[in-house]
């Protein structure tokens, strides 16, 4: 999972980053709501989180304007429980949900969760495709009826393709999302992590679960599925792209 965190306050940052991190959640960071809108115009985030205060703009109106533009990216906002009016403000902007901004970090990462699968159309704390089972908010991983060993970029990756089955993700939308532009490793290791996957399923009897396509990357087909020729979501950027792209 990645999100884009719209804050522009160290103390927030780095209280959730590491936390979102050990949980499986990729955080891209900007202090100023010009920059959102540019983010979120150009690459693809599974969830957008505004803090209730920016240096530029009001955060409803941030909200606004990238609905305005069509764009459908989940949105959580912070906000304070003793301002009732901003919390409305940010449910008619478009937010999918709007919690108290001194949330427990453990009750916010298991919102996010349960935004991102309603996004994908999964209202369940599951996953399952044939013979593999998910349990999101648990982080654990089940096929055949045996619990797999994952590591936490093993699950997250698998999460990933099994929440887009059918679908063709590339080795750089997958790098992209597991890592979110900071200290990545090269495309191969995710070559590495599917090699890994395959062998566990294999040793449960859970064989050519997720598939090559040769050229393009990586797919999980469910029984009556293809992989759709679509490869979604865009790579992000890096810091060096992005300093360039607002200088």
């Given at each position: 999972m990645r999100v884009?965190l719209?804050?522009?306050?160290a103390?927030?940052l780095?209280?959730l980053?590491?936390?979102?991190?050990?949980?499986?959640?990729?955080?891209e960071?900007t202090d100023?709501?010009?920059?959102?809108l540019?983010?979120?115009?150009?690459?693809d985030?599974?969830l957008l989180?505004?803090s209730?205060?920016?240096?530029d703009?009001?955060?409803?109106?941030?909200?606004?304007?990238?609905?305005a533009?069509?764009?459908?990216?989940?949105a959580?906002?912070?906000?304070s429980?003793?301002?009732?009016?901003a919390?409305m403000?940010a449910f008619?902007?478009?937010a999918d949900d709007?919690?108290d901004?001194?949330?427990?970090?453990a009750?916010l990462?298991?919102?996010?969760r349960?935004?991102?699968?309603?996004?994908?159309?999964?209202?369940q704390?599951s996953?399952q495709?044939g013979?593999?089972?998910?349990n999101?908010e648990m982080q654990?991983?089940?096929a055949?009826?045996t619990?797999?060993?994952?590591t936490?970029?093993e699950f997250?990756?698998l999460?990933?393709l099994?929440m887009r089955k059918?679908?063709v993700?590339?080795k750089?939308a997958i790098?992209?999302?597991l890592?979110g532009?900071?200290?990545?490793?090269?495309?191969?290791i995710i070559?590495?992590?599917v090699c890994?996957?395959?062998?566990?399923l294999?040793?449960?009897?859970?064989a050519?679960?997720v598939?090559?396509?040769w050229?393009?990357?990586?797919?999980i087909?469910?029984?009556s599925g293809r992989?759709?020729?679509?490869?979604?979501t865009?790579p992000?950027?890096?810091?060096?792209?992005?300093r360039l792209?607002?200088?």
């Amino acid at each position: 999972m990645r999100v884009l965190l719209v804050d522009h306050s160290a103390a927030l940052l780095g209280n959730l980053n590491a936390y979102f991190a050990a949980n499986g959640i990729t955080t891209e960071h900007t202090d100023t709501g010009e920059e959102a809108l540019e983010l979120v115009r150009h690459y693809d985030f599974d969830l957008l989180i505004l803090s209730s205060t920016l240096l530029d703009m009001d955060p409803s109106a941030v909200l606004r304007r990238i609905r305005a533009a069509g764009r459908t990216t989940p949105a959580l906002a912070l906000s304070s429980m003793r301002n009732p009016r901003a919390r409305m403000q940010a449910f008619a902007a478009g937010a999918d949900d709007v919690v108290d901004q001194n949330i427990d970090r453990a009750e916010l990462v298991a919102r996010i969760r349960a935004i991102i699968r309603r996004s994908r159309g999964h209202s369940q704390a599951s996953l399952q495709v044939g013979a593999v089972s998910l349990n999101l908010e648990m982080q654990t991983a089940v096929a055949n009826g045996t619990s797999l060993a994952l590591t936490a970029k093993e699950f997250a990756l698998l999460q990933l393709l099994m929440m887009r089955k059918n679908m063709v993700m590339t080795k750089e939308a997958i790098l992209a999302q597991l890592y979110g532009g900071l200290d990545e490793p090269e495309v191969k290791i995710i070559d590495v992590f599917v090699c890994k996957i395959r062998k566990k399923l294999a040793a449960v009897g859970v064989a050519d679960f997720v598939g090559t396509v040769w050229g393009r990357g990586y797919t999980i087909c469910d029984q009556s599925g293809r992989a759709d020729p679509a490869t979604p979501t865009m790579p992000m950027p890096t810091e060096a792209t992005r300093r360039l792209a607002f200088a």
